[in-house]
C-alpha cells in the first residue's frame, strides 16, 4: 500500500508537472507571439507616424523652397529685368541666385509658362523634356510641389508667380531629393528611408538611403518589397509611399527592424523561464496553490507587457506586494516600468536642456534663433534686429584641474546666474552651449545694444567669486555677431559668433564684433595647425644659429637660435610662413619650449664643452603670459645639466607692453633664475624710458632697419648712436641685427656697439655648419 501510494504520489506529480510544463510553454508561446504582434503592431503604427513625417518634411521642404524661389520673384532687378527683357541681366540673376540657394534648375517662364531662360547646375539633358509634363501640375496648383526624375535622381519643383503688380512670368527652381533629408528623417524618427526611382527606361534605382550596405544591396537586387525585407541585418517591416512624380517613378520606402523592437523582451524571456522553473518545484509540494499563484500574474504580466509594446508606461504592475518570487518579479518589472519612463521623460528634457546650470542647451537656443529670425523677418520693414553673444570662459581648465571638477561645476552655475541677471529681458536668452562656453540672445538689439550688454557681463565678472575660502577671478573672450548684418541665418550667425569669441581671446580684447576677416582662410589655418603638430612630433623642425661677434676686445662666442621648418613636401620653409600663425594661435609656446629644449641639448653636447657659448632664444608675448614658462625653463636646465647663464631671452618692446605688470612679474622670475634678458627690436616698440629702466634686462637689440639704413640716412646713424649711448649709461650692452656690409661694420665699431650679428658676418646656419664656423674662426685667431 505504501508502495502504491508512493508510486500514485509519484504519477500524480508526474502528471502535475508534466501538465504544468505543458501549460508553461503555451505561456511561453502566447507570450512570444503577443510580443511579437505587438512589435509588428507597434512598428506599423510606427510606419504610420513616419509616413506622415516624411510628408510632413516633404512639405516643409517645398516651403523652404517656395520661400528662396519667393525671394528672387520679390527681387526688384529681377522684375525690372523680365519687364525690359534684359536676358543678360535675367540670365546672371537666375544662376547667381540659384547657385547662392543650392538650386539644381532655377528657370524664368513667361506667362504662356514657355521657357525664357533657365539656369542648370551640372548637364540635365533631360530636363526641356521634363519641363513639359512638369509645369501643367505646377501651374495647377501654386502652393504646392512636384517630384521630377531627372538621369535617374528625383529632384522637388515649386513654381511661384513673378508680379509686377499683375503676373509677368513664373519662377521655377528644382533642387534634388538627396541624402540629407534622408539622414534628417533617421536621426530624428531612427526609421531608415530609400528613395527607389524607377525611370523611363523602367530599370529600378536607390539614389538615396540610410540602409547598412547589405541591406541595399538586396534592395536593389529584388526592388520594392511588398511588406517585409528579409536582410542580414534581420527583418525590415516595410512601407512604400509613391509620391507623385513626372519622368519617371519615385517610391519613398520607410523600414523598421522588428529585431530592435523586440531587443526589450529578451530580459522578460529570461525572467519567465526563472519563473517556470520555481513553479516547478512549487508544483511538485502543492499543485493547486502554485497553479493558481503562477497563472495569475502570469496573466498580469502578459498585460503589462502588452501595455508597455504600446508605450503606455503610467499603469502600475499588481501582485508588487507579494513577497514570493513572483511579487520579486512583478516589482522588477514595475521598476523596470518606472525607470523607462523616467528615462523618458529625462531623455525629453535633456535634448533642450543643460542639467548643470538649467540653462537651455545648443540645439534649444538653435531653435530659438532660428525663431526669432523667423520672426524679425515675418512683416517687418526694415527686420527687426537680434545680436547672438558667445561667451567662453579664461583658464577654465586650470580651475578645474587645481580646484576640482566639483569646483568647476559650481563656478559654471555661478557664471549662469550672472548671465541670468545681466540679460533678464523674457525676450532674450542665456544658454550653456557646453563645456565653459555660454551664449546669449539678444532679441531687437543692433550692434551698440550687443555691445552695451558684452560690456554689463564683463564688468559683472570683475566681482570675484568664491566658494569653499577659495577666490576665483571671472574673465572671458566674448564673440558678438548680428542679424542681418553678419549673417543670413541662424547656424551661420552661431559660427560666426564663435569666430569673433576666439579672436577676441587671442587679442584679449574682452568683447569683439565678428569681422569678415576673422574667418579667411579657416581650412587653411586648421590644415597649417594640423602641419605644425605635426613637425613637432615627428622632427620636422631644425635649429639655425647665427653667429653674433664682439667688436671689441677678445672674440667672444654667441649667437641667436632660429627655427627653420624641413617640410616632407614644401622643402624648408622659412620662419615667416609659420611663425605669426603660431603667435595667433598659441602654438607658439610650444615652438618657444621647443628651441628651448634643442639648445640646451646642444650646449650638453660634448662638442660645444669649453666653448663658453651663449645662445639666444626669443620670447613671444604667449610666452611672457604663460605663469608655468619660468618652471618649464628650470625643468629642461636641470634634465640637460645646463646652467642659465648660457642663456640670453630676447623679448620684443611690444611683448612687454601688452601686459606691462605680468610681463615685469616674469621677466623678474627669469632674471632671478640667472638668465639673461635681451630687449629685441629696440626702437620700433613705444615702452616708455621709466618702464626700460626698472626692467632687469642686460642687453638691447637695435632693430634692423635702422642699422641697414646707416649707409643711408643720418637720421638712422643718429638713433643708432643715441641708442648705444643710451645703454650704456643704463649699464646695458649693445647688439646692432642687420649688419650686411663692411662699411655698417665698422660705422658701429666706431659708435662703440658692443656685438654684431648680420648677414656680413654669417648668415643663419645649421648646428654642424655652425660648430664648424666657429672653429674656423678660432683657427683665425691663433693664427692672427
Known amino acids: ?65 517656395r520661400q528662396g524661389s519667393a525671394l528672387l520673384a520679390a527681387d526688384y532687378g529681377f522684375r525690372s529685368a523680365v519687364n525690359s527683357g534684359d536676358e543678360e541681366t535675367i540670365q546672371s540673376v537666375l544662376e547667381n541666385h540659384g547657385n547662392r540657394i543650392g538650386a539644381a534648375v532655377t528657370a524664368l517662364l513667361g506667362t504662356d509658362l514657355e521657357l525664357r531662360a533657365v539656369s542648370l547646375a551640372g548637364n540635365m539633358e533631360a530636363f526641356p523634356a521634363t519641363l513639359r509634363a512638369l509645369v501643367p501640375p505646377l501651374a495647377a496648383q501654386p502652393q504646392g510641389s512636384q517630384i521630377a526624375v531627372m538621369g535617374g535622381v528625383p529632384y522637388q519643383f515649386v513654381m511661384v508667380p513673378l508680379r509686377a503688380p499683375v503676373v509677368i512670368g513664373w519662377v521655377l527652381m528644382g533642387f534634388p531629393v538627396n541624402q540629407p533629408l534622408a539622414d534628417e528623417m533617421r536621426q530624428l524618427l531612427a526609421v531608415h528611408v530609400a528613395l527607389v526611382v524607377k525611370g523611363e527606361d523602367g530599370r529600378a534605382k536607390v539614389p538615396v538611403s540610410t540602409l547598412p550596405p547589405g541591406s541595399l544591396a538586396l ?38 527592424s522588428v529585431e530592435e523592437v523586440l531587443a526589450p523582451y529578451r530580459q522578460l524571456q529570461v525572467l519567465l523561464a526563472i519563473i517556470t522553473v520555481a513553479g516547478v518545484m512549487l508544483f511538485a509540494v502543492g499543485t493547486g496553490l502554485v497553479a493558481q499563484r503562477l497563472t495569475t500574474p502570469l496573466r498580469s504580466l502578459l498585460a503589462a507587457t502588452q501595455r508597455l509594446s504600446r508605450g503606455e508606461y503610467d499603469v502600475p504592475l499588481e501582485h508588487t506586494d507579494r513577497s514570493d518570487e513572483i511579487g520579486n518579479l512583478a516589482r522588477s518589472f514595475d521598476h523596470m516600468r518606472r525607470d523607462i519612463a523616467a528615462q523618458q521623460t529625462e531623455v525629453r528634457r535633456l535634448a533642450y536642456w543643460d542639467r548643470l546650470t538649467g540653462l537651455p542647451n545648443r540645439e534649444r537656443f538653435r531653435e530659438a534663433v532660428v525663431l526669432a529670425i523667423a520672426r524679425s523677418t515675418g512683416g517687418a520693414v526694415p527686420p527687426n534686429p537680434l545680436a547672438v553673444l558667445t561667451l567662453d570662459l ?29 540679460v533678464p529681458s523674457p525676450d532674450n536668452m542665456v544658454a550653456r552651449l557646453g563645456g565653459n562656453e555660454f551664449a546669449v540672445l539678444l532679441r531687437g538689439a543692433d550692434a551698440a545694444t550687443a555691445h552695451a550688454t558684452a560690456l554689463r557681463i564683463t564688468q559683472s565678472f570683475e566681482e570675484p567669486l568664491a566658494f569653499e575660502d577659495q577666490t576665483v577671478d571671472l574673465s572671458a573672450g566674448i564673440g558678438i555677431a548680428c ?33 569678415a576677416s576673422f574667418d579667411s582662410a579657416s581650412a587653411q589655418t586648421l590644415s597649417l595647425l594640423s602641419e605644425l603638430r605635426h613637425a613637432v612630433e615627428h622632427h620636422e623642425l631644425r635649429l639655425y644659429l647665427q653667429p653674433k661677434v664682439p667688436l671689441h676686445g677678445q672674440p667672444g662666442r654667441a649667437a641667436e637660435a632660429l627655427v627653420r621648418w624641413q617640410h616632407p613636401q614644401r622643402g624648408l620653409v622659412p620662419p615667416m610662413q609659420f611663425i605669426p600663425f603660431a603667435e595667433q594661435t598659441g602654438f607658439v609656446r610650444q615652438l618657444t619650449l621647443w628651441m628651448f629644449e634643442e639648445v640646451a641639448r646642444l650646449l650638453a653636447d660634448p662638442r660645444t664643452q669649453g666653448l663658453a657659448l651663449r645662445v639666444s632664444v626669443n620670447l613671444s608675448t604667449r610666452d611672457l603670459l ?98 648705444i649711448d643710451l645703454a650704456h649709461n643704463l649699464g646695458l650692452t649693445v647688439v646692432a641685427e642687420g649688419v650686411e656690409t663692411a662699411a655698417i661694420l665698422e660705422r658701429l665699431r666706431t659708435l662703440a656697439c658692443d656685438e654684431a650679428q648680420g648677414y656680413h658676418i654669417a648668415r643663419p646656419l645649421p648646428v654642424d655648419d655652425f660648430l664648424a664656423w666657429q672653429e674656423g674662426q678660432a683657427h683665425q685667431v691663433r693664427q692672427g
Open 1 to 65: 500500500m505504501c508502495e502504491l501510494g508512493r508510486s500514485l504520489i509519484l504519477r500524480l506529480i508526474g502528471l502535475t508537472l508534466l501538465l504544468l510544463l505543458i501549460v508553461q510553454a503555451a505561456g511561453f508561446a502566447v507570450v512570444r507571439a503577443t510580443i511579437e504582434r505587438n512589435a509588428r503592431a507597434q512598428i506599423a503604427q510606427a510606419l504610420d507616424l513616419d509616413e506622415n513625417v516624411w510628408r510632413r518634411l516633404l512639405e516643409q521642404n517645398a516651403d523652404k523652397l
Open 394 to 422: 579664461d583658464r577654465f581648465k586650470h580651475v578645474n584641474d587645481v580646484l576640482g571638477y566639483s569646483f568647476g561645476d559650481r563656478l559654471l552655475q555661478a557664471v549662469a546666474e550672472r548671465l541670468r541677471q545681466q
Open 483 to 515: 542679424w542681418p548684418g553678419d549673417a543670413d541665418d541662424a547656424d551661420t550667425l552661431l559660427s560666426r559668433s564663435e569666430i569673433a569669441m576666439y579672436a577676441a581671446k587671442r587679442r584679449l580684447s574682452g568683447a569683439q564684433q565678428y569681422d
Open 626 to 723: 604663460d605663469p608655468e614658462l619660468s618652471t618649464r625653463l628650470a625643468d629642461i636646465l636641470v634634465r640637460h645639466g645646463v646652467p642659465a647663464s648660457a642663456f640670453c631671452l630676447e623679448i620684443t618692446e611690444s611683448a612687454i607692453m601688452d601686459d606691462p605688470q605680468r610681463a615685469e612679474a616674469m621677466l623678474n622670475r627669469l632674471s632671478e633664475q640667472g638668465f639673461k634678458l635681451s630687449i629685441d627690436d629696440f626702437g620700433t616698440g613705444y615702452s616708455s624710458l621709466a618702464y626700460l629702466k626698472r626692467l632687469p634686462v642686460h642687453e638691447l637689440k637695435i632693430d634692423k632697419s635702422f642699422v641697414m639704413g646707416m649707409e643711408t640716412g643720418e637720421d638712422d646713424a643718429m638713433i643708432v648712436r643715441s641708442t
Open 219 to 256: 534592395l536593389q537586387r529584388e526592388g520594392v518589397p511588398s511588406g517585409e525585407l528579409q536582410t542580414p541585418e534581420g527583418i525590415l517591416l516595410a512601407r512604400a509611399i509613391r509620391l507623385d512624380s513626372v519622368g519617371g517613378e519615385v517610391q519613398a520606402l520607410l523600414l523598421r
